[in-house]
C-alpha cells in the first residue's frame, strides 16, 4: 500500500509561465522515458523477481518514480497557469489546449498519448534489470536534452535533480543484478 | 518555503536516498546508523512541522475542519 505525503521530493517554484517549455518537458510525465512508465515498469517487474535486494530496489524505486511524476506534473501546470488565450495561440500551446485545456495529461512531447508499449514486464529478473538499466540511462538522456532548451534556473533546478536520481537508480539496478546473478548461479541455472 | 518544511524535505530526501543504499547494502552498518539518525531527526521535524499543517491524511485533525483538505496543495507554487 502507499500513503500519501503532502509534499515534494524535490520543491517546484517556478515563476515565469512558459508554455511552450510545459509542452517538451510533459514527456517526462507521460512519454516513452517519463517517470509513470518507469514507475509501472518497476512496480510490474517486482512481482517476478527474486532476491529480497532485488524486490526492494524494483519497489523503492517504483515509488520514488512516483514522486517524480508529481514532480513533472507540477513543473507542467505552474508553467502553464492562468495562460490567455493569446499566450496560448502565441505559444503553439492551442492543439493541446483543445484536446486538454490547461489540464496535464500524460503524452510525450510530440503529443502520443501514454502506453504501456514502452515498457516490458518479461517474467525474467535478469531481462528485466537490464531494461531498467537502460531505461534509466534514456531517462538520463532525456534530462539532458531537455537541459538544452532551459534557461530559466527555476526550471533548471529540479529538472538537474531529476536526472541525477537517473544515475544514482541505475547503480542500484546493477547492484541488484549481481545479486540476481549470484542467486540464480548458484541453482545452477546458467 | 517554509524552513521547517523546507529542513524536513531535505532530510526525507536523505531518507530515500540511504533506504535505496541500504537495499543493497543491507549489512553496511555505519549507513544504517547514519539511516537511523535521520529518521529520528526527521520524525521530530515532522511533528513540528504538523502541530500547523497536516502532511498526511492520518494526522490527528482540528475538531472543527478537516485539516488535511488545506490549500495550498505540494504541486501549487505557493506550497514550495
Same mark, same amino acid.
Given at each position: ?8 521530493? $524535490? ?27 518507469? +514507475? ?27 514522486? @517524480? ?14 495562460? +490567455?488565450?493569446?499566450?496560448? #495561440?502565441?505559444?503553439? $500551446?492551442?492543439? $493541446?489546449?483543445?484536446? @486538454? ?12 498519448? $501514454? ?5 516490458? +514486464? #518479461? ?45 544514482? @537508480? ?12 549470484? @542467486?540464480? +548461479? ?5 | ?11 526525507? !530526501? ?18 544504517? =546508523? ?9 520524525? =521530530? ?11 498526511? =491524511? ?7 475542519? !478537516? ?14
Amino acid at each position: 500500500m502507499w500513503i500519501y505525503d503532502k509534499k515534494l521530493e $524535490f520543491p517546484v517554484k517556478i515563476k515565469k509561465k512558459d508554455p511552450k517549455l510545459a509542452k517538451l518537458i510533459i514527456t517526462q510525465y507521460g512519454g516513452p522515458d517519463g517517470e509513470l512508465g518507469a +514507475s509501472l515498469r518497476y512496480l510490474s517487474q517486482r512481482f517476478a523477481t527474486v532476491t529480497p535486494q532485488a524486490k526492494a530496489v524494483l519497489t523503492d524505486i517504483g515509488t520514488e518514480e512516483l514522486a @517524480h511524476l508529481e514532480m513533472i506534473g507540477a513543473i507542467v501546470q505552474q508553467l502553464t497557469s492562468d495562460l +490567455s488565450i493569446e499566450e496560448i #495561440k502565441a505559444n503553439g $500551446f492551442d492543439a $493541446f489546449y483543445v484536446e @486538454h485545456g490547461l489540464g496535464v495529461f500524460p503524452q510525450s512531447a510530440a503529443g502520443a498519448a $501514454f502506453t504501456a508499449n514502452a515498457f516490458q +514486464s #518479461k517474467g525474467d529478473p535478469v531481462t528485466d534489470l537490464y531494461e531498467d538499466m537502460a531505461a534509466e540511462q534514456k531517462a538520463r538522456s532525456t534530462y539532458e536534452y531537455l537541459l538544452d532548451m532551459i534557461d530559466d534556473p527555476d526550471v533548471a533546478a529540479p529538472i538537474k535533480f531529476l536526472r541525477e536520481r537517473e544515475i544514482v @537508480h541505475f547503480q542500484r539496478f546493477g547492484e541488484a543484478l549481481e545479486y540476481v546473478r549470484q @542467486h540464480l +548461479s548458484a541453482n545452477h541455472y546458467f | 518555503m517554509n524552513m521547517t518544511l523546507y529542513k524536513l524535505t531535505q532530510l526525507d !530526501f536523505c531518507a530515500v536516498d540511504l533506504q535505496l543504499y541500504l537495499d543493497t547494502h543491507p549489512g553496511d552498518t555505519k549507513a544504517i =546508523a547514519e539511516y537511523n539518525k535521520i529518521l529520528t531527526e526527521a520524525s =521530530a521535524l515532522r511533528s513540528e512541522y504538523e502541530r500547523k499543517n497536516a502532511l498526511t =491524511a492520518k494526522n490527528p485533525s482540528a475538531t472543527d475542519k !478537516f485539516d488535511w483538505i488545506n490549500e495550498p496543495w505540494d504541486w501549487e507554487a505557493q506550497y514550495n
